[in-house]
């Protein structure tokens, strides 16, 4: 996948059947349609676990948990896995209100999310 001067993510790097996508930037109405595609396209991949590190996310608005529903959607349909992990407390306060940190595996860490 060619980098993209404005896309979200940062660095991918794959290891021990774990695809880690490095975010950062806001994830917003602007950003969400390129990212979900990009996302869409590593789903396409079938990792086993899809690891995504949100610390350098500084905020996340409603189509950037839909871009975050859908990616967990295809995911789940081939048995994989996807973790979320590094948010920061804006961040995780929008899944805590939509109720979504129910429905995501959510870690502290890269480690806690590789050990899921």
Same mark, same amino acid.
């Given at each position: 996948?060619?980098?993209?001067?404005?896309?979200?993510?940062?660095?991918?790097? =794959?290891?021990?059947?774990?695809?880690? *996508? *490095?975010?950062?930037?806001? *994830?917003?109405?602007?950003?969400?349609?390129?990212?979900?595609?990009?996302?869409?396209?590593?789903?396409?991949?079938?990792?086993?676990?899809?690891?995504?590190?949100?610390?350098?996310?500084?905020?996340?608005?409603?189509?950037?948990?839909?871009?975050?529903?859908?990616?967990? =959607?295809?995911?789940?349909?081939?048995?994989?896995?996807?973790?979320?992990?590094?948010?920061?407390?804006?961040?995780?306060?929008?899944?805590?209100?939509?109720?979504?940190?129910?429905?995501?595996?959510?870690?502290?860490?890269?480690?806690?999310?590789?050990?899921?």
């Amino acid at each position: 996948m060619a980098e993209k001067q404005n896309s979200l993510i940062k660095e991918i790097r =794959r290891s021990d059947g774990a695809t880690v *996508v *490095v975010l950062a930037g806001d *994830v917003d109405l602007h950003h969400s349609p390129e990212l979900h595609a990009e996302l869409v396209e590593l789903a396409g991949e079938r990792p086993p676990r899809l690891l995504l590190d949100l610390a350098e996310v500084p905020y996340m608005d409603s189509s950037g948990v839909g871009t975050l529903v859908e990616v967990f =959607r295809r995911v789940s349909s081939y048995k994989g896995k996807m973790v979320l992990f590094g948010l920061n407390d804006r961040v995780r306060s929008v899944f805590e209100i939509t109720k979504l940190d129910r429905f995501f595996t959510i870690c502290e860490t890269e480690e806690q999310a590789a050990e899921t």
